[in-house]
Nanobody
Framework: QVQLVESGGGSVQPGGSLRLSCAAS????????MGWFRQAPGKQRELIAG???????NYAGSVEGRFTISRDNAQRSVHLQMNNLKPEDTAVYYC???????????????WGKGTLVTVSS
């Protein structure tokens, strides 16, 4: 089994910054993809930032230029630096990792429980 634990959510004023982190533990051979999703009230969960094992990143248009995703392969962790936060960034943020648990196995998706980010004055 693989467990993901997120940290770093909270409340911040518009224009502020937060840094989210997600650490994986358990039976992990390799992490193919790490990503951050978010779900705002009444909306579907959406991918906002992703990073491959090779370090290639992609961002949703709504966060590009403000958010930065990074990964630490040795620590099996992924981080999301969020700057210039806006009220519309308010959501529950979920960590996702696509994990190979053994050599040659298919990657499986694992999710954290989510951490709430509230941007309000």
């Amino acid at each position: 089994q693989v467990q993901l634990v997120e940290s770093g959510g909270g409340s911040v004023q518009p224009g502020g910054s937060l840094r989210l982190s997600c650490a994986a533990s358990g039976s992990i051979f390799n992490v193919l993809f790490m990503g951050w999703f978010r779900q705002a009230p009444g909306k579907q969960r959406e991918l906002i930032a992703g990073i491959t094992a090779a370090g290639h990143t992609n961002y949703a248009g709504s966060v590009e230029g403000r958010f930065t995703i990074s990964r630490d392969n040795a620590q099996r962790s992924v981080h999301l630096q969020m700057n210039n936060l806006k009220p519309e960034d308010t959501a529950v943020y979920y960590c996702n990792q696509n994990v190979q648990t053994t050599v040659g196995s298919n990657g499986l998706d694992y999710w954290g429980k989510g951490t709430l980010v509230t941007v309000s004055s």
